[in-house]
């Protein structure tokens, strides 16, 4: 799994405040620690960036590059603190992200075409988020059509099929899992990509990590290319390496229908065997699934 490391965030209250203060020290140092942690691109989330967002972008851009040679993603609603941070970045570099939104389309996916950029394309429309794995198709078709219209390949687009967190709708959980089966057929050449850490929002700490890793292997199964991750968990990352080759044919058995004693499996192994049951909707999700 390519893993794009999400941490360099604005929202975040560690390392928000460092990005509007301009201080490099922290952002530099957590460039590096994602680095080392294995990630293959490093995620510049600036949010709305509604003011200063240009000056900001462009500056985070080069203190990052500083210090690391790591691929960026760069992420904002701000079109014009996109077009700055593109025009320094140094290494490959993606958008994150652009949508079925008219606004996106017009604005944001000439950038693509003018600086030859890969990008996420997010299935979200004007009417919201995708209610089902048809809705999604329709929105990264809309997104593909426009993209074509600017002499785009596809090749280009990293899909984004919007996660929902599990605790909130396991219906939209396993819409995603339907779409990434049609993906294939409608965009061959496509990478695909997601935001892993949301499946856990909203459920306990201690349950966000084996959620996130879980689902990824679950996601890896179903063809999915890559996942903006938590890189400071190091067992998710050792196994987006393909280390723990246990844990990945374990749930790779189970969904491939396979049977599974539980009573076979040692104690880390049945949280992954609980927490797969729950992801596909065999078991009913609750904070205490693990316990049961």
Not at 29 to 51: H, S, V, W, Y
Not at 59 to 75: N, R, Y
Not at 127 to 132: N, Q, V
Request: proline share 5%; with cysteine.
């Amino acid at each position: 799994m390519y893993t794009i490391a999400e941490s360099i965030n604005i929202m975040s209250k560690t390392i928000g405040p460092a990005i509007r203060n301009k201080e490099k020290g922290p952002i530099q140092k957590m460039a590096i620690e994602q680095t080392e942690a294995g990630a293959n691109m490093l995620d510049l989330n600036l949010g709305p960036a509604r003011k200063n967002g240009e000056e900001t972008m462009e500056w985070l851009v080069k203190t990052v590059q500083e210090v690391v040679k790591t691929p960026l993603a760069l992420d904002t609603m701000n079109a014009s603190a996109l077009e700055a941070g593109l025009k320094v970045c140094k290494n490959p570099s993606i958008i994150n992200s652009i949508s079925a939104q008219p606004e996106s389309l017009s604005i944001k996916l000439p950038l693509a075409q003018r600086y030859g950029s890969d990008f996420v394309a997010l299935t979200l429309s004007d009417e919201g988020i995708p209610r089902d794995a048809n809705e999604r198709a329709v929105c990264i078709v809309n997104i593909m059509t426009a993209a074509a219209e600017l002499d785009i390949p596809t090749s280009k687009m990293w899909v984004d099929g919007i996660i929902l967190p599990i605790s909130v709708d396991l219906n939209q959980v396993l819409a995603l899992q339907e779409f990434m089966g049609m993906l294939p057929e409608i965009i061959p050449d496509c990478k695909s990509t997601c935001g892993l850490s949301n499946i856990s929002n909203g459920t306990p700490d201690k349950l966000r990590g084996i959620i996130n890793r879980t689902f990824m292997v679950m996601l890896e199964k179903l063809g999915m290319y890559s996942a903006i991750v938590d890189s400071y968990d190091h067992e998710l990352m050792a196994i987006s390496k393909g280390k723990q080759s246990n844990i990945i044919n374990l749930v790779y058995k189970m969904m491939d229908g396979e049977h599974v004693d539980p009573k076979s499996l040692s104690p880390k192994e049945l949280e992954y065997y609980k927490t797969v049951k729950i992801l596909t909707g065999e078991s009913l999700y609750s904070h205490l699934w693990l316990e049961v």
